[in-house]
Nanobody, 119 residues
Framework: QVQLVESGGGLVQPGGSLRLSCVGS????????MGWYRQAPGRPREFVAS??????TNYANSVKGRFTITGGGIRKTNLQMTTLSPADTAVYYC??????????????WGQGTQVTVSS
């Protein structure tokens, strides 16, 4: 299987920026898409952004124009976050869909990295 490891989380002041990274390792195969989800305390996990193998991207309305996702095709992705607000505080999870060689499509999740936006 594939293991996803996130990094880059931390504490940032409102209006600041932060870049999250996710690197996958393990089984070979074709990445279909990679993305980011987040979960704030007391709230369900929500979609943030994704990037497909062809480079096409999708963003949640709450982050569009502020966040930029890159990567996706080589089992790594970055999420550049700008103009952060306390509403962005959450654990951010990396996600990938991988087509294993001559095998099934599997979903993979990282362990998450904490992003805290506070004065």
């Amino acid at each position: 299987q594939v293991q996803l490891v996130e990094s880059g989380g931390g504490l940032v002041q409102p209006g600041g920026s932060l870049r999250l990274s996710c690197v996958g390792s393990g089984s070979s195969g074709r990445i279909l898409d990679m993305g980011w989800y987040r979960q704030a305390p007391g709230r369900p996990r929500e979609f943030v952004a994704s990037i497909a193998r062809d480079g096409s991207t999708n963003y949640a309305n709450s982050v569009k124009g502020r966040f930029t996702i890159t990567g996706g095709g080589i089992r790594k992705t970055n999420l550049q976050m700008t103009t952060l607000s306390p509403a962005d505080t959450a654990v951010y999870y990396c996600h990938a869909r991988l087509q294993l060689t001559n095998g099934p499509v599997n979903n993979y999740w990282g362990q998450g990295t904490q992003v805290t936006v506070s004065s």
